[in-house]
């Protein structure tokens, strides 16, 4: 309290004006009383008052000595340096105006960047207590891995393990009922993609989520409207209520005030809404808001086709659920993990399939962080942002070094007033604080511009991230943090360009300053040298830039010229998903195939047929291969299987080595058959002729015996940059769990100029089943590419930025350095010398700096990919970093 | 003789000026004199010190000026001591007698 006081009052100081004129008498007064005291004692006045100069001071100095004893007057001279640094500049603006905008490229890429991690990796969900939340996970050794679970949600590689996020309901129950560290914990899941909902009799899209009772209490997120659900409203006996975010109710609702007790239907399910979340609550996913959340346990009426088997409440099997609980206060990560584990273990343990001869494989749970919310952004892009954000900060090295090279050259031109100032009695370090205001000023300058740039690139980052798959809505608003990362940015910057120049020209020799002109300064050859250091090391760092924009490119193109193994020109792709129109069994086949009967007949389609995955995506169905008379690892049994429709390699035009393609015959009443890839045979038929032999899959009772009928050519299923994993085509009639079909269309001229008749060919057999994902094959491709493009695209505009920065910083130094040797030059050509020769000279310096760069720059590069390699080498492909 | 505040032991001249002023309410020039005179001249204080010592207790608020006419007729601020800076004047002179006190059993226990 006493330092806030103490603050307080010192501010106060500082405005109060009267305070110098009263120091002013009081002294004065202090002095006249001394001189007095003198005069009593028979001095003259003038003598009275020299004695009292010698004794107590004088009064100009003790004024001097008073005012600058308090670190107000320090304030003082900052701000009198600010406004005559401002002065200076406003004087120049020609020069301003390039480091203004140099610096604000190299603030404003780094802010936009950092903005972007800020949202993605730190930024807290705006709940109670957010680093209370735990988001559970489970773990099981990389190389084992999970299988033989009913698996919905995610799970990817970390380090030697693989970790996934989803859970059996049951775990989630048994977890409920017996843990003692957490004091809530909910369950929810993702209604996949975006559902239908009609309000007043309007449909439209939103994006929903399922979530057990306890979620908004747990979480501590309270209505803005009406009520948020309670455990009452999580039951198959409830009727089903719904809320909705702020978001959606002003968006869609026009944030009416009745929004309580409204009834809308919600993937054909009648819903009401109940109230609405408070205002910044987005949801628990980052970059991908919420807008309806409906209790858990009305799974089975929004999702009626998701599973016929067994009820998704009651099989340990089946893992759908990701599960968030709040930690008790005084309970550790650790202590909870482990009580939670003694839980989950034998509910685990019995839910997964042991095979014969191998050690069950138990997974093991943990507590992940949930605090800044979950999801798949944060895992694909955190190091991507975080290369980025070391490019851009190249690139704001690069534009410090320019600064300080046009500050270098300015500073000669200032030589005079410099050494007036020294002359005057300045000390050097006050020359310094006063330079290097300057800086600041600019650098702030440089900043509040670079804070628009970065507000653009932001925008443009987030459109480049999101592809056609999914729109990005992140909340990228500044918050402390990125503010506190400009300004710091900022200053770092302005130390980092001003020190060098500043410090040079506080050097400067006082006498030749005064006399001569400025050219002949006797600091000027060091500065040279400075200023072409500079330019050195930029060249060095644009060419690491160059470097890593480079491998990036390279990569891209290595991606684009991959041998998918089919044709990728001309083709049109949209999904169908008739059960969401209530289509099921027989009848949804029989849809499937009459749609592809009447795409094939359209004008301008060559063929047409249907796949259960788009041929590269992320998606890939795999399955655990039995084989009668062949013993392998269980680990090189699983095979990925990719079911389709008729004519599949004929449509796509993989060449079929030997055998037959798919056809309408192929239905589930039919013999079961199968195309196998070259990969496959590699695989598993080195010794024998696999035509007409029999294989089948585990834990897939409908398909034990299925006849090989063909051959096909190794094509890309999935990824573009693995190896074609060993394939098994199959009909998708045959296939057991397929509610949707991609359908591939070769057509003749462009395949986007097919797609209204498409749509009427699918509306004529059922209008009320919608396409989605509408694109052609080699956009899929561009999408599949987007973090590579992404890469490709910004790491060469900073390459280019920092190559322009350089040339401009080249451009400087030498027109310096020529201009100081005018008269040399000028004494060479009256004695002989030619226009070529003296070219010749300065061009040589040129080639000696930029070669210099060159030399520098390449080792490093090199060794800044070895640096980042364990980073860099999961986005690169086809490059040996060695 | 000690002239300037360096020599002074640090810290000593805000505790001297706050004695002066406990005495009674006076102007700087005031405070000059006393002390010389309570020093027997070892303490001469010269104008800045003496004002930069000031300037600091009175912004730190142990002391409060106040514009009035001196004897003299002459317009000068005399000085007061505050609540506060009696609170100060009185743990500094606890606070020094311990240390002499100190210092000087060291200084005879050869």
Redesign the interface.
């Known amino acids: 309290m006493s330092l806030l ?2 603050i307080a ?2 501010v106060r ?1 500082l405005f109060r004006k009267e305070r110098v004129e ?2 002013d ?3 004065r ?6 001189a ?2 003198k005069m009593k004692e028979g001095m003259s006045r003038k003598d009275a008052l020299r004695a009292v100069r010698l ?3 004088s009064f100009e ?2 004024k001097e ?2 005012r600058s ?2 670190w107000e007057s320090f304030v003082e001279t900052c701000w009198q340096d600010l406004r005559f640094g401002w002065r200076m500049l406003r004087k120049s603006p020609g020069f301003t105006t390039v480091v203004v905008l140099s610096l604000a490229l190299g603030i404003g890429a780094n802010t936009a960047i950092f903005a972007l991690i800020d949202a993605i990796l730190f930024k807290m969900l705006p709940v109670k207590n957010p680093q209370e939340l735990a988001l559970l996970q489970w773990s099981v050794p990389r190389e084992r891995g999970l299988h033989g679970l009913w698996y919905d949600g995610s799970s990817w590689p970390e380090n030697s393990k693989e970790v996934g996020f989803s859970f059996s309901y049951s775990a989630f129950q048994q977890l409920r009922a017996r843990n003692e560290v957490l004091s809530g914990l909910f369950a929810f899941a993702d209604l996949g993609g975006d559902v239908n909902v009609v309000a007043d009799g309007e449909p439209g899209l939103a994006r929903a989520q399922m979530a057990s009772g306890s979620i908004f209490t747990t979480l501590g997120v309270r209505p803005v409207a009406g009520r948020l659900f309670s455990e009452a409203d999580d039951s198959p006996a409830a009727q089903p209520v719904c809320v909705i975010s702020d978001g959606y109710w002003k968006r869609r609702f026009g944030a009416r005030t009745d929004i309580a007790d409204k009834a809308v239907v919600i993937a054909r399910v009648p819903f009401n809404i109940i109230g609405v979340t408070e205002p910044n609550f987005f949801g628990l996913t980052t970059g991908s808001n919420t807008d309806v959340w409906v209790p858990l346990s009305t799974q089975p009426l929004v999702e009626p086709n998701l599973d016929p088997k067994a009820s998704m409440f009651t099989a340990a099997d089946h893992w759908w659920v990701e599960i968030m609980g709040r930690l008790k206060p005084a309970v550790s990560r650790a202590q909870a993990a482990a009580a939670l584990d003694v839980i989950f273990k034998p509910a685990a343990t019995e839910a997964i399939p042991s095979r014969p001869g191998e050690p069950a494989v138990v997974p093991s749970l943990e507590l992940g962080r949930a605090g800044q919310g979950f999801g798949r952004l944060r895992h694909q892009f955190s190091a991507p942002l975080f290369i980025l954000m070391g490019l851009v900060s190249l690139v704001l090295l690069i534009a410090c070094a320019n600064v300080a090279n046009l500050l270098l050259a300015r500073a000669t031109s200032r030589g005079r007033e410099v050494g007036l100032r020294l002359s005057l009695g300045a000390s050097r370090g006050r020359l310094i604080r006063q330079l290097l205001t300057e800086s600041i000023v600019l650098a702030l300058l440089g900043g509040a511009v670079g804070c628009v740039f970065a507000y653009w690139g932001t925008s443009l980052l987030i459109s480049l991230i999101s592809s056609t798959g999914g729109t990005i809505s992140l909340s990228v608003s500044p918050d402390l943090r990125v503010v506190g990362f400009t300004t710091g940015a900022c200053l770092f910057t302005a130390i980092l360009f001003g020190l060098a120049p500043a410090w040079c020209t506080a050097r400067t020799d006082l006498a030749p300053g005064l006399k001569q002109s400025p050219r002949t300064l006797s600091t000027a050859g060091l500065r040279l040298g400075l200023g072409k250091a500079l330019v050195v090391s930029q060249v060095a760092f644009s060419l690491v830039l160059l470097f890593g924009a480079g491998l990036f490119v390279r990569t891209l193109v290595k991606l684009k010229n991959v041998d998918t193994g089919f044709d990728t020109r001309n083709v049109l792709l949209f999904g169908l998903n008739p059960t969401k129109s209530g289509y099921k069994e027989a009848a949804l086949n029989d849809f499937f195939f009459r749609v592809c009967q009447r795409l094939t007949a359209l004008p301008g389609v060559e063929s047409a047929t249907a796949s259960f995955h788009e041929p590269i995506n992320d998606g890939r169905r795999g399955r655990t291969l039995r084989l009668p008379g062949l013993t392998l690892p269980p680990d090189q049994m699983g095979v990925a299987v990719m079911p389709t429709g008729p004519r599949f390699f004929a449509t796509m035009k993989i060449a079929l080595l030997r055998g037959r393609d798919f056809n309408e015959h192929d239905t589930e009443r039919a013999p079961k058959v199968a195309v196998v890839n070259q990969a496959f045979v590699k695989r598993y038929f080195s010794d024998r002729d696999p035509m007409g032999q029999h294989i089948g899959f585990d834990s897939d009772p409908a398909n034990q015996d299925m006849e090989i009928v063909g051959i096909a050519r190794d094509a890309k299923y999935g990824s573009l940059r693995d190896e074609t994993p060993a394939t098994v085509y199959r009909p998708f009639a045959q296939e057991s769990e397929i509610p949707y079909l991609f359908f591939e269309l070769r057509s003749a001229g462009d395949p986007l100029s097919l797609v209204p008749a498409v749509r009427a060919a699918v509306a004529s057999i059922d209008r009320s089943v919608p396409l989605f994902a509408i694109e052609t094959e080699t956009q899929e491709i561009d999408d599949a590419l987007l973090q590579e493009r992404l890469f490709a695209k910004l790491a060469g505009f900073f390459g280019l930025a920092a190559l322009l920065l350089a040339s401009v910083g080249l451009y400087g130094i030498l027109s310096y350095a020529v201009a100081r040797r005018t008269s040399e030059i000028a004494i060479r050509m009256a004695l002989g010398a030619q226009r070529a020769n003296v070219l010749r000279m300065v061009l040589r310096e040129t080639l000696l700096l930029v070669l210099a760069g060159v030399a520098i720059g390449i080792p490093a590069s090199f060794a800044a990919t070895r640096f980042a390699s364990s980073v860099i080498s999961d986005l690169l492909f086809g490059i040996n970093l060695n | 003789m000690a002239d300037k505040p360096s020599d002074l032991v640090q810290g000593t001249l805000d505790m001297l000026i706050l004695k002066m002023l406990a005495l009674e309410p006076m102007h700087g020039y005031g405070i000059a004199v006393r002390l010389e005179q309570m020093s027997q001249g070892v303490f001469r204080l010269n104008a800045g010190s003496l004002f930069v010592a000031v300037q600091r207790l009175q912004r730190d608020g142990l002391i409060r000026g106040e514009w009035k006419a001196t004897e003299n007729s002459r317009r000068a601020k005399y000085y007061a001591l505050t609540a506060q800076g009696q609170k100060r004047l009185n743990s500094e002179t606890r606070e020094w007698g311990r240390q002499v006190a100190a210092i000087a059993r060291i200084l005879e226990a050869s």
């Open positions: 006081r103490s009052s010192r100081w009263e120091l008498e009081e002294l007064g202090f002095l006249d009383m001394a007095e005291e004794e107590r001071g100095i003790t000595v008073v004893a308090g």
